[in-house]
């Protein structure tokens, strides 16, 4: 009898409960418990600069996130639960770019109503299973994961969460197994758990089967390897490589972090009659028989010198095969908000298009080397070119700004208040400025 991922779920909790029969059980599931309750308000504008471009979008709100994670059972087979509440408040703003009748769609950051205009207020409840063995640990449920085949954001007012599960090993000394399956996506401006698509997907085609695994080495203390693989049901297989290396260099250290995808199509996206039904992606194709299949190759590298509190930093990153980059978003909605395991995922851009070259080049100080710990800075410039259309190579650049400070000390201790601003401008998408306030808190509860 095959069990579905919402049954699972309440069958996995009922097992996990049977641990509290016997009350030596949960001496551990209470006593390594613990909570926080974390605070971020957020001040999102965004101006677009194309012509008949979308108008200027501003809007403010309060999240609320409190994040529940239990210890586990005493026994050979550990259990326990993990809860994460989630709220976000809208306290101003919400121009209405929805279209009618569309209602809950998302928006810049928060749900929208079917007049297009934003929701007073969201919220959504992730309750998540977890068992343990050894040092082997099975999680069902609401999943964050942090992986180059599937990665969670965070960068807008509530975090995206993923619905399925997830087993981690570290039974072996250095080397790190995950594996897991998800089946569906909330975005960080939705309420509502929605099925996996790709971009350039039509409404409907989509799916709720994404399978990954993959592992982390330590070669050495200072070389760590990774391999992972991905496969969006009907849309992608994707194979990651990756090399990190740490040396020193004189009083400063160089990191090295080199990275290779190889993406190809699956199922669906793999035959001419699946795409005309929907399972496409986007990206140009001078070829009308492959219109839509993923094809896509895309390897960068990046070099990281840090000296004091200097960090300088330069990338580049290269994209061939027909097809853009292929990730998950969240169906029919048509909503990006996955992040993005590549050098070039920053605040408005990706650079992922078909074809695509991209130089970085970026400073970032931390002025505790000045006696201002806490404060720090930072600027990236990004150029993309040759993306390939039919109006020739095009090319876009991007230019990001931070600067955040922590409290040290004091009755307001952890308050952390960060600005960002970007510019982006490009031949190939709208041109955009963007600004973000944010200031947040974390307040431990046990």
């Not at 599937?150 to 599960?165: A, H, I, K, N």
């Not at 200072?222 to 990651?240: A, T």
């Not at 140009?284 to 840090?306: H, I, K, P, Q």
Request: aromatic share 12%.
């Amino acid at each position: 009898m095959k069990i579905n991922m919402r049954q699972r779920l309440p069958l996995t909790m009922a097992v996990a409960g049977m641990g509290f029969c016997n009350i030596g059980w949960a001496e551990g599931f209470i006593e390594d418990s613990h909570a926080s309750l974390s605070l971020r308000n957020l001040y999102f504008n965004t101006d677009p600069r194309s012509k008949n471009s979308a108008p200027r979008q501003e809007e403010w709100g309060q999240a609320f996130v409190l994040n529940y994670q239990s210890g586990f059972t005493q026994g050979p087979i550990g259990f326990g639960v993990d809860a994460l509440g989630m709220l976000g408040v809208r306290l101003d703003g919400g121009s209405k770019v929805g279209k009618a009748g569309a209602d809950r769609t998302p928006g810049v950051m928060f749900p929208l109503e079917s007049d297009g205009s934003a929701v007073d207020d969201f919220s959504s409840l992730g309750v998540t299973a977890k068992a343990r063995v050894s040092k082997t640990e099975l999680r069902v449920g609401t999943l964050q994961p942090k992986l180059p085949v599937v990665s969670f954001s965070d960068s807008r007012l509530l975090p995206q969460t993923y619905e399925g599960q997830q087993i981690t090993s570290m039974e072996i000394e250095g080397l790190t197994f995950t594996g897991g399956q998800i089946e569906h996506a909330k975005g960080r401006t939705s309420s509502d758990f929605q099925a996996l698509a790709i971009g350039g997907a039509a409404k409907g085609a989509d799916t709720n089967h994404f399978y990954y695994a993959g592992a982390d080495y330590k070669i050495t203390k200072d070389l760590l390897g990774q391999y992972y693989y991905g496969n969006l049901e009907d849309f992608y297989n994707q194979h990651f490589f990756g090399l990190q290396h740490a040396m020193s260099i004189g009083e400063g250290k160089l990191k090295t972090d080199l990275r290779y995808f190889y993406n190809t199509s699956d199922g669906k996206n793999a035959s001419r009659q699946g795409r005309a039904e929907g399972y496409a992606s986007t990206g140009y194709y001078t070829d009308g028989a492959t219109l839509g299949e993923v094809d896509n190759r895309t390897w960068s590298a990046m070099f990281t010198y840090s000296l004091g509190g200097h960090a300088v930093s330069a990338g580049y990153q290269q994209l061939s095969g027909d097809s853009n980059f292929p990730y998950i978003n969240q169906g029919s909605l048509g909503a990006t908000g996955s992040g993005l395991y590549l050098i070039t995922d920053r605040m408005i851009g990706s650079f992922v298009k078909a074809g695509e070259r991209t130089w970085l080049a970026q400073y970032a100080y931390d002025f505790a080397a000045q006696g201002i710990p806490g404060l720090t800075a930072s600027v990236v410039y990004l150029k993309g070119d040759n993306i390939a259309s039919k109006r020739g190579d095009l090319s876009e650049w991007e230019r990001d700004t931070s600067l955040g400070y922590v409290v040290q000390s004091g009755v307001f201790k952890n308050v952390g208040l960060t600005w960002r601003s970007a510019v982006f401008r490009s031949d190939a998408s709208s041109d955009t400025d963007q600004n973000r306030l944010i200031l947040s808190y974390t307040l431990p509860l046990f």
